[in-house]
């Protein structure tokens, strides 16, 4: 825990609000100075691209960012050149040649990625974020200040002004932030960050018995539109509709995170009397899909080339289910080159009303995980923060078997000391309260019968009111 975490951690919540205020600011100079604005122009621009247009700039972006990495980063030099690659035959390779390169594993960018995977040569101001995905592996992204601000551009144009709201209007989040500490807390279930405009709910205190405060700070505060992880989101409009609450209208709401529903959909119309819009990235930030004003979900070329392979690594067939595989165009300190980013996604062969020549994605499919649900009925189904910042695990899963009972099931370099479960056992209590923790090491965590890893199980089943 940082002097920051531990000093917020221990504020009272008047001044929890000015923390994360001031943290709002900071946070927003970094994404919106710079070339926050010339980006912004650069994207909206690029919209009018043909679709030979597009191939060209993709194929110009695609040499670029090759030759960068096999000049600059050793990991790429060196397995490539173990391949017979050099600087000629890079400069051939296309977007319709680029399965000739080996893939870049989750394993090994958590492997390398502090180290031989980032370039020689860097942008100022770098900073790690950490994500673990859906499949508790986790792994560390460099952002330069310059790379965060064309990632936020990005955002900005083709998910916000999609939707139709932008950066200067007031939003609610349901995010990954601890900004409530304690499990037990009691309300208020939010803190402010005033500079932004922003409530910041948190997403492990939804329940039945806390919707009514959920509820009474959208009153409150009347945010135009609201983000955030899409089931956290979906279980607050469910209990807000199972009980009849009032809040206002809202002008959008924008899921990330986890897969989109219809019914997911029809809730959040129901209850803030608003579009929903889907959309698809990750704290890697080599890969965007997002929905536009005409409902259709595409690909933003200029912020990576997304490859859709069949199980024989063959490009898919429109309507057919594929994994993603990831080349990132706007970062050079860290690039991700053919990175199986663990998400699965069906193709389109449509065209879209609203007239953008960027390829259609008929579905998201992502991975739906588990519902986690509390003795008091909270429900959760974001756990990959337990794993942060213990560096010998590789893989871990949750299993809830009961109301009372948590088992915790890991893929770990070497053996965690007590000390490390303890951590794991106590970040169990933060979000569900004192239960039942069980830990177990393992070679390898089995998989489904599907052959895929699930993060999250629950045998414990929702009670509908």
């Known amino acids: 825990m940082s002097f920051f975490d531990n000093i917020y951690r221990h504020s009272p919540v008047w001044l929890q609000n000015i923390l994360v205020s001031i943290y709002g600011l900071q946070w927003n100079r970094r994404r919106f100075g710079g070339v926050f604005e010339k980006e912004i122009n650069n994207y909206r621009n690029r919209e009018k691209y043909a679709l030979h247009q597009w191939k060209h700039y993709s194929n110009e972006q695609l040499i670029k960012i090759l030759l960068h990495a096999f000049n600059h980063v050793a990991y790429y030099n060196a397995q490539w050149s173990s391949l017979g690659w050099d600087e000629e035959t890079l400069k051939s390779v296309t977007i319709d040649t680029i399965h000739l390169l080996p893939f870049l594993e989750k394993e090994t960018l958590r492997k390398y990625g502090t180290t031989t995977l980032l370039s020689d040569i860097r942008e100022q101001n770098g900073t790690f974020f950490h994500s673990s995905g859906t499949t508790g592996t986790p792994t560390s992204i460099l952002f330069s200040e310059a790379m965060h601000q ?56 939804i329940s039945p018995s806390t919707v009514v405060d959920y509820a009474k700070v959208l009153r409150k505060y009347k945010p135009d539109y609201m983000v955030g992880y899409a089931m956290s989101n979906y279980f607050l409009a469910r209990f807000i509709k199972e009980q009849g609450l009032a809040v206002p209208k ?111 994605i008929d579905e998201i499919i992502g991975r739906i995980e588990d519902v986690v649900i509390g003795k008091d009925g909270r429900e959760i189904v974001r756990f990959h923060g337990i794993f942060l910042g213990i560096d010998k695990i590789i893989k871990g899963q949750i299993i809830q078997e009961s109301l009372n009972a948590i088992i915790i099931n890991l893929e770990t370099d070497t053996q965690l000391s007590e000390n490390e479960k303890e951590i794991l056992t106590k970040r169990i209590y933060s979000q569900l309260g004192e239960v039942n923790v069980q830990i177990f090491e393992m070679k390898k965590i ?15 089943k929702r009670i509908n009111l």
């Open 250 to 360: 809202m002008k959008a709401v924008i899921t990330s995170s986890e897969k989109l529903t219809q019914e997911m959909r029809n809730v959040f119309e129901d209850v803030y009397r608003c579009k929903t819009y889907d959309g698809w990235s990750g704290v890697e930030a080599c890969g965007l899909v997002s929905e536009c004003e005409k409902g259709g979900l595409h690909i933003s070329p200029d912020v990576g080339l997304i490859e859709i392979l069949n199980e024989k690594g063959q490009p898919a067939q429109p309507g057919d289910i594929g994994e993603v595989v990831c080349t990132g165009f706007i970062n050079y300190d860290q690039p991700l080159i053919r990175y199986r980013i663990g998400d699965y996604m069906r193709l389109s062969d449509k065209t879209c009303t609203c007239g953008r020549q960027m390829q259609l």
């Open 446 to 460: 089995p998989c489904g019968q599907n052959g895929k890893f699930r993060a999250v199980i629950s045998k414990v």
């Open 150 to 205: 064309r990632w936020s551009a990005a955002y900005e144009v083709r998910v916000r002004n999609w939707a139709g709201v932008d950066r200067s209007m007031s939003r609610a989040m349901i995010g990954g932030r601890r900004v409530v500490p304690e499990a037990n807390a009691k309300p208020p279930y939010y803190r402010y960050n005033s500079f932004e405009k922003q409530v910041y709910f948190s997403a492990y205190h």
